[in-house]
């Protein structure tokens, strides 16, 4: 009997543990998101732009990828900025079979006076660059310095980064990840 007592004892106490561990992982679920932009529309005056509108401001751009998140990189350029470089070649090369498409926006004067190994830079002129700008509602204050605007597969913009600063740049591939795992 008082073997028998013990083993009952005993498995109630390994019982327990498991069927708490069950219950609440029924109830349970980490559930990440990230910000999310201009939910109730834009009213704002940009550098040489004005963009008004209401409800959920969506990114309407040419250079927009459809059903992937987007990443558009914005005043880095590799040869000036050749720190940024490996970092984004590896994540480049990361990210090449997931539904990420990263550009690397580049005015046409820097595109012709530097050779580049990256395959995603896009050279635009100047009024290209302008309403690429107003598109992704960049403030002013931001188009001097290395800049990145994260966009998700619903052309919602989720996030603005200072790709000077490496927290900015582990905030982004952060929620690059969150984005991904919440992504269908």
């Known amino acids: 009997m008082n073997k028998t007592f ?28 990230t910000q999310t ?13 004005v963009k008004k509108t209401s409800g959920q401001y969506r990114v309407s751009h040419s250079f927009f990828s459809n059903d992937s998140i987007n990443v558009f990189l914005l005043n880095s350029d590799p040869v000036i900025h050749s720190g940024l470089t490996s970092t984004w070649e590896s994540w480049f090369n990361a990210y090449y079979e997931m539904p990420v498409s990263f550009k690397q926006i580049l005015p046409e004067s820097l595109c012709l006076q530097n050779t580049y190994s990256i395959d995603n830079i896009q050279c635009v002129n100047s009024e290209e660059m302008e309403e690429l700008y107003c598109d992704l509602i960049v403030k002013e204050e931001s188009l001097n310095n290395p800049y990145g605007v994260l966009i998700n597969e619903d052309k919602v913009i989720k996030g603005y ?20 795992t919440n992504y269908e």
């Open 6 to 33: 013990k083993v009952g004892i005993l498995l109630v106490i390994l019982a327990v543990p498991a069927f708490i561990f069950v219950f609440l992982h029924s109830f349970g679920r980490n559930h990440f998101d």
């Open 37 to 49: 932009y201009y939910p109730n529309g834009v009213d704002s005056v940009l550098s040489n732009c």
């Open 161 to 180: 980064f200072e790709l000077n600063d490496r927290k900015e740049i582990d905030r982004l591939f952060s929620e690059i990840q969150i984005l991904l």
